[in-house]
């Protein structure tokens, strides 16, 4: 293969992170806490504006192990996840030794269908189990439809923990993705839209939530000159030299949208006209991040072609392409969890990709792009 890679989504560095990262070699700040900690946290409170906490981590999972932890979640209870998702999203609920619930996704959004949700929980109740919390993915960027999500989760009073690892910078009419629930996990994992090599937060309105997250994040010391202890702690904390790389990413956060939503509307522009091949809308009043770009190919309607077809000759090209998440209902290690839906989510999975959307995509990078989509959907490839 001669061609350079393209992949999904890489780092997209600023410039300045290697100025906070040296600041904190100079000052020998090497250490899980530090000035960079502080201002890294301090920006994604601002950032995600009204009074919001932010406790940074060493990843998003974390963070969500955390949210439950807080939440009081522990072996044998029930909690509610968005079906189609990263795994890390129900992992954490495991790693407490309770049940993930799933609730299928809806076709607006492709998120959390407050439909089904209502019928799982009312179905849980009438089994003698109330659900602990509730699990909602903002993915790929789209703000799950969170109004109707919450009513529904203070009608039976569940707490909501926002997986919001890949919506830094969504909102729906100005409300910000992370700052609907009880709390909400961030990830500044490798392939986000910013990211400090690896780490997360959690985020909340409630200082005491945010405390009680660092003090776990750190072993769990009482407070005494020896170690002493009184729960169960974790080393979940991010180091200040990954948050020196967070910093200087928030600077450039803005951009980073800005340049995620230009490369969707360069898709959407090129395969507008090509039959089968529909995007993920945005409903009115809602705004994506855009972390990835998403099509579904309805093979129906593209004269067998599916999303398969296109997501080989894109690797044919070394060019990076993954189909959307597969639904936690259908995954071998779930197999025994309960599940809730209309199986939207195995059809959005069945046809779906993801295609390169980095902020650091060269435009000849997306012309070769643009260049095999529109060869698969030629007339020419149909007949061969
Ligand atoms: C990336 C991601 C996570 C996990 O974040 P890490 O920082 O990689 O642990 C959780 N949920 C979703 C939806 C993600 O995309």
């Not at 999972?61 to 998702?85: K, P, R």
């Not at 089904?116 to 003698?128: S, V």
């Not at 937060?201 to 202890?229: C, E, M």
């Not at 809730?340 to 995509?361: H, R």
Request: aromatic share 8%; glycine share 8%; proline share 5%.
């Amino acid at each position: 293969m001669s061609q350079s890679k393209i992949w999904l989504s890489s780092p997209h560095m600023g410039g300045r992170e290697q100025e906070y990262v040296k600041e904190a070699f100079d000052t020998n700040w090497v250490a899980p806490l530090g000035p960079n900690v502080n201002g890294f946290e301090q920006d994604i409170s601002d950032y995600l504006k009204g009074d919001v906490h932010t406790a940074a981590l060493s990843s998003g999972t974390a963070a969500l192990h955390l949210g439950l932890i807080l939440l009081g979640v522990q072996a044998g209870d029930e909690v509610i996840c968005q079906s189609m998702t990263f795994s890390a999203s129900a992992n954490p609920i495991a790693y407490q030794g309770a049940t993930p619930v799933f609730v299928d996704s809806e076709a607006d959004t492709w998120n959390m269908s407050p439909y089904h949700l209502e019928k799982a929980i009312i179905d849980r109740l009438e089994k003698g189990k109330k659900p602990k919390a509730i699990i909602p993915v903002h993915l790929y960027g789209m703000p799950v439809k969170m109004n109707e999500i919450m009513v529904i989760a203070q009608k039976y009073d569940i707490p909501v923990l926002e997986d919001a690892a890949e919506a830094l910078g969504s909102h729906i009419d100005g409300k910000m993705c992370g700052t609907y629930g009880e709390m909400a996990a961030l990830s500044f994992n490798g392939n986000k839209i910013i990211t400090t090599s690896g780490g997360g937060a959690l985020v909340s309105g409630n200082a005491k939530y945010i405390h009680d997250a660092r003090f776990l994040a750190t072993q769990a010391r009482d407070a005494a000159p020896h170690y002493q202890h009184s729960h169960i702690g974790y080393n979940y904390r991010m180091s200040n030299i990954c948050a020196g790389i967070g910093r200087g990413q928030m600077e450039v956060l803005a951009d980073r949208v800005a340049q995620r939503r230009a490369i969707y509307d360069q898709y959407v522009q090129r395969m507008s006209g090509i039959p089968g091949v529909s995007f993920q809308l945005e409903p009115e009043g809602y705004f994506s991040n855009r972390w990835l770009t998403t099509i579904l190919i309805d093979p129906k309607e593209t004269g067998g072609i599916t999303r398969e077809t296109l997501r080989l000759e894109l690797e044919k090209d070394n060019i990076e392409s993954r189909p959307l998440w597969k639904p936690m209902h259908l995954q071998p290690v779930f197999s025994n969890s309960p599940y809730y839906g209309d199986d939207t989510s195995v059809e959005l999975f069945n046809n779906g990709l993801c295609l390169p959307s980095g902020s650091n995509l060269a435009s000849e990078d997306l012309e070769r792009v643009f260049s095999i989509i529109e060869s698969v959907f030629s007339k020419e490839y149909a007949a061969h």
